[in-house]
């Protein structure tokens, strides 16, 4: 029997386990002194200066989003290519997400559309590194300049990569970025997220939004007593607990090796595909070092009709492959609410074309072997 290989999954080692296990028989449970450590050492390893935890990277956003402080009606502008999380979270702060189009290689914002989609009302941009490949970042923060918009990174792909040799993360052209610790992403906390910044106005701004806009410090009014504390803001209960936190900096040990097998993986892969006339392989702008959350093939134009059978095939394959993404301007929810006549054609292609396969840095060579012939054969007998 063939053995299944997903796109993407974890890998949870003893010693994570060993390190969830002492959280959990200590005093404290839920965040606490481990969920310090960890931003402390998620901070340092991007380098940024603060980073606060979530319970998952959409709350990462949706704090992040409500940190820049910006009223309702407030439109930001961000890629159709991507989870639906990223337009989402702006939605749930009554924003309004403007989808530009993308670069149809990378699969990163184009630079190039997003003037056409400001408006007096456009305040932030959010870029997406797709798959783990930097996004255009200094372009991207020359045109912010000229309009004098904020930028927030959606990280979730992207952490451990660099874009001119700074780790994403750093927030040298944002004010701040997300990630996500789900399953399928570089490090997990089984769910949970964070948001970097270098700014201590939003570090405190996301605490409190964590925590149902709780704060013991700089309060409005004169304190009662030691128990006193002041809810400034409406916000949530988005905490990460201890144990997964734990879980999240016993992986974040790891990251750096993680990165280099899923670069030797990606490496792999190109040296065996790079001549095939069924698909474009993933591209790597000079300037970046992508953390291959991804690899994304992209069928060439003939084949593009067949994506449907290619796909079914490659899952008769026992190859759990997938499509990111549908673009999230075509969700029936987004149709409903405005988004029926918006249609970006390089967006359009690059979701008929795109498949991810197998990529996770616990991807064995002789699985990798496998997942190469079985898209070899499944190709050779269109
Ligand atoms: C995974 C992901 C998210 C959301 O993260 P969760 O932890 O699943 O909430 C947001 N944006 C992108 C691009 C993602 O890939």
């Known amino acids: 029997m063939k053995k299944h290989i997903p796109y993407g999954r974890q890998q949870i080692l003893d010693e994570d386990i060993r390190e969830v296990q002492r959280v959990l028989q200590s005093d404290f449970i839920t965040t606490g002194p481990v969920s310090r450590e960890f931003e402390e050492a998620l901070a340092k390893k991007v380098g940024a200066k603060f980073a606060v935890t979530f319970n998952s990277g959409t709350s990462a956003l949706h704090a992040a989003y409500f940190a820049l402080g910006l009223e309702v009606g407030s439109e930001f502008i961000t890629t159709p290519i991507t989870f639906v999380a990223t337009a989402n979270a702006g939605l749930y702060h009554g924003f309004k997400p403007v989808f530009c189009d993308i670069e149809p290689d990378t699969g990163n914002m184009d630079c190039a559309t997003i003037e056409a989609s400001i408006t007096e009302n ?16 200094e372009n991207l923060h020359q045109i912010a300049d000229k309009y004098q918009l904020k930028i927030i990174e959606d990280g979730s792909h992207a952490l451990g990569a660099r874009y001119k040799n ?3 993360g750093d927030c040298t052209y944002s004010e701040m970025t ?6 399928v992403k570089h490090i997990t906390t089984g769910e949970g997220g964070a948001v970097t910044t270098n700014n201590e106005h939003y570090y405190k701004r996301l605490r409190q939004f964590r925590n149902h806009g709780i704060t013991k410090d700089d309060l409005q009014y004169k304190s009662e007593g030691d128990w006193y504390y002041e809810m400034q803001y409406l916000g949530f209960n988005y905490r990460l607990t201890d144990f997964q936190a734990a879980l999240g900096l016993s992986q974040l040990k790891r990251l750096d090796q993680n990165i280099l097998s899923r670069r030797e993986i990606a490496a792999f892969y190109c040296q065996e595909f790079k001549e095939n006339p069924y698909f474009h392989i993933p591209v790597e702008r000079d300037y970046v070092e992508s953390s291959y959350h991804l690899y994304p093939i992209r069928l060439k134009e003939d084949l593009i009709p067949y994506k449907r059978k290619v796909f079914n095939r490659l899952r008769e394959e026992k190859l759990g492959v997938q ?3 549908i673009p999230v301007y075509r969700q029936p929810y987004y149709l409903e609410h405005g988004y029926m006549n918006i249609q970006k054609p390089h967006a359009e292609i690059f979701y008929q074309s795109e498949i991810s396969i197998p990529m996770y840095h616990s991807l064995s060579h002789e699985d990798q072997k496998d997942v190469i012939s079985r898209i070899r054969s499944v190709f050779e007998t269109l």
């Open 166 to 168: 700074r780790r994403i």
């Open 122 to 137: 456009t305040r932030f941009i959010v870029p997406v590194h797709f798959g783990g490949h930097p996004a255009d970042q």
């Open 323 to 325: 499509t990111h993404y």
């Open 178 to 183: 997300t990630f996500s610790f789900h399953p």
